[in-house]
């Protein structure tokens, strides 16, 4: 008699269970690496932080340095390039809508800041792990100014808003994991 091979099919329950001490590709172990980020905006330097009232996604911004062709034809047949500047993607923010200056202040003067064109320094943090309870965040800091304020109110879904912030500074710094300073 010969034994057939039959895949392992883990239920969601093994799967769940396996992830709380494994991980894939380098990813955190035990839940989703982003639960838990934070974004808060200061007017002033030295900072004084305001979070963003319920955060449900935000898209980490990203940095890019241009290349610059500086081929010249030899016998060696290679391209070569110089670095050039650097470019900051937009930072994305969804969060669950409050239309309410008294409980989501911070959520609400996005479009004032948009109306206004005011440039704020920013704070993104993520979570060094899956875990809530982890007191460690990287952090990433820069200027910037709203470029849009988006809210969204489907029919039969939550009401939430999108906006977006466009880098408008001469510095991008990232921070190792501390303490969060968004609170």
Do not use: C
Not at 65 to 73: G, N
């Amino acid at each position: 008699m010969v034994a057939q091979y039959r895949p392992f099919r883990p239920t969601h329950e093994q799967l769940r269970q396996w992830l709380q001490s494994h991980t894939i590709g380098g990813g955190a172990p035990g839940g989703y690496i982003g639960n838990g980020s934070k974004v808060g905006f200061s007017l002033t330097s030295p900072h004084v932080w305001n979070k963003l009232e319920q955060l449900l996604d935000v898209t980490v911004p990203t940095v890019q340095a241009a290349k610059i062709d500086v081929t010249t034809h030899g016998t060696g047949g290679f391209m070569r390039n110089i670095p050039g500047l650097k470019t900051v993607g937009d930072t994305m923010v969804k969060l669950l809508r409050d239309q309410s200056r008294t409980t989501a202040p911070n959520q609400n003067a996005l479009f004032d800041y948009l109306s206004t064109q005011t440039d704020l320094w920013w704070r993104v943090e993520i979570p060094d792990g899956p875990n809530l309870a982890i007191a460690n965040f990287e952090a990433y800091e820069f200027q910037g100014r709203v470029l849009d304020f988006k809210p969204l109110a489907p029919i039969g879904g939550r009401q939430e808003v999108d906006s977006s912030i466009v880098f408008d500074g001469t510095s991008f710094v990232r921070y190792d994991p501390t303490a969060s300073l968004l609170g």
